[in-house]
């Protein structure tokens, strides 16, 4: 079983900054790839970034390439969403998951996905 929890969410002006955390609780963490995904009210869940179990696999939507820096510290089995210069739609839930074959197929869909933290809200204020 594997279990994550994410962290660091909350209220922030435009152009503000924000350091999501997700820590996972799992034997063989340093092989898995990470996700953030994140939905906002009344839209679907969206791919935000993925990292692979080799640190240099990363991916990000292109809504967010050049402000969002997604990382991950295997010996804290902890994944990291750096978010600058936020903008209102980037308002959401915001879900980190884990892809427990570390393969990343499909990085982009949440299908291909095993495990989803609770979710942390951000919200970014005009």
């Known amino acids: 079983q594997v279990q994550l929890a994410e962290s660091g969410g909350g209220l922030v002006e435009a152009g503000g900054s924000l350091r999501l955390s997700c820590a996972v609780k799992?034997?063989?963490?340093?092989?898995?790839?990470m996700g953030w995904f994140r939905q906002a009210p009344g839209k679907e869940r969206e791919f935000v970034a993925a990292i692979g179990k080799k640190i240099d696999t990363i991916y990000y939507a292109d809504s967010v390439k050049g402000r969002f820096t997604i990382s991950r510290d295997n010996a804290k089995n902890t994944v990291y969403l750096q978010m600058n210069n936020l903008k209102p739609e980037d308002t959401a839930v915001y879900y980190c998951?884990?892809?427990?074959?570390?393969?990343?197929?499909?990085?982009?869909?949440?299908?291909?996905?095993?495990?989803w933290g609770q979710g942390t809200q951000v919200t970014v204020s005009s």
């Open positions: 799992g034997r063989t963490f340093s092989l898995y790839a």
């Open positions: 998951a884990t892809d427990i074959t570390g393969l990343m197929q499909i990085y982009a869909a949440p299908d291909d996905y095993d495990y």
